[in-house]
């Protein structure tokens, strides 16, 4: 079976700390695949991030950075230096070789001004 | 920039009525798909299209119906709308052309339908 965890419902931190959304994923498949999905107040799911299971590196995109470990089925987010525009809820993804993508149910950031 | 646009924002409809939802994407994707998002229960997908006229059944497709006419187009029919069809709707799109879920999927901006 096909999983992704979103452990953390809801996270509070003030501006400028940092912080890092957790994800685990469970499959079966040697191949796959991992998003992550950001969702402002608007509604609009905005992509972030496609990471592919042979590629362990991990990945920085200014503030933003993904931290990927096989060993542990973990694809953890990191903002460094939060912003009030960084308010927003977070979705994990996974896709493997079947029709379905499969979405955790995702993590509600509030960055307090 | 991939441009996913669905055709309302917010929708009011009355319990029994016929609803159309309309996406169109402008990226000549071969893939679309609809989702419902409800607190809770995250996303769930209730059908997809990965070719016109063709489209697979998703988790939740019960009281939904699909048409894809054309490529960049992908609607969401609800034949008699119901209360537990109030959500959020998004729609969604992909280039992948093997049939596999394995490419980014770029969404709308989302419908929040409300069923009266």
């Known amino acids: 079976a096909q999983k992704v965890t979103q452990a953390q419902t809801e996270i509070s931190v003030v501006e400028k700390e940092d912080v890092t959304l957790d994800c685990v994923y469970e499959t079966r498949d040697t191949t796959y695949y991992l998003f992550w999905y950001k969702q402002p107040p608007s509604g609009e799911l905005v992509f972030l991030i496609r990471?592919?299971?042979?590629?362990?590196q991990n990945e920085i995109s200014g503030r933003y950075s993904w931290n990927f470990q096989k060993s542990t089925s973990s694809f953890n987010f990191t903002i460094t230096a939060s912003q009030v525009v960084d308010s927003a809820v977070y979705f994990c993804?996974?896709?493997?070789?079947?029709?379905?993508?499969?979405f955790g149910t995702g993590t509600s950031l509030t960055v307090i001004p | 920039d991939v441009k996913v646009t669905q055709s309302s924002r917010y929708l009011v409809k009355r319990t029994g009525e016929k609803v159309f939802l309309e996406c169109v994407q402008d990226m000549d994707h071969e893939n679309m798909f609809w989702y419902r998002q409800d607190p809770g229960l995250g996303l769930r997908l209730i059908y997809f299209?990965?070719?016109?006229?063709?489209?697979e059944k998703g988790d939740i497709p019960e009281g939904y119906s699909v048409s894809r006419e054309k490529k960049e187009r992908f609607s969401l029919i609800l034949e008699s709308a119901s209360t537990n069809q109030t959500s959020m709707y998004l729609c969604?799109?992909?280039?992948?052309?093997?049939?596999?879920?394995?490419?980014?999927?770029?969404f709308g901006p989302g419908t929040r339908l409300t069923v009266l």
């Open positions: 993804a996974l896709s493997g070789a079947g029709n379905q993508f499969y």
């Open positions: 969604a799109s992909s280039l992948e052309t093997s049939g596999a879920f394995t490419d980014t999927q770029y």
């Open positions: 299209s990965y070719d016109v006229k063709m489209k």
């Open positions: 990471r592919n299971s042979f590629d362990e």
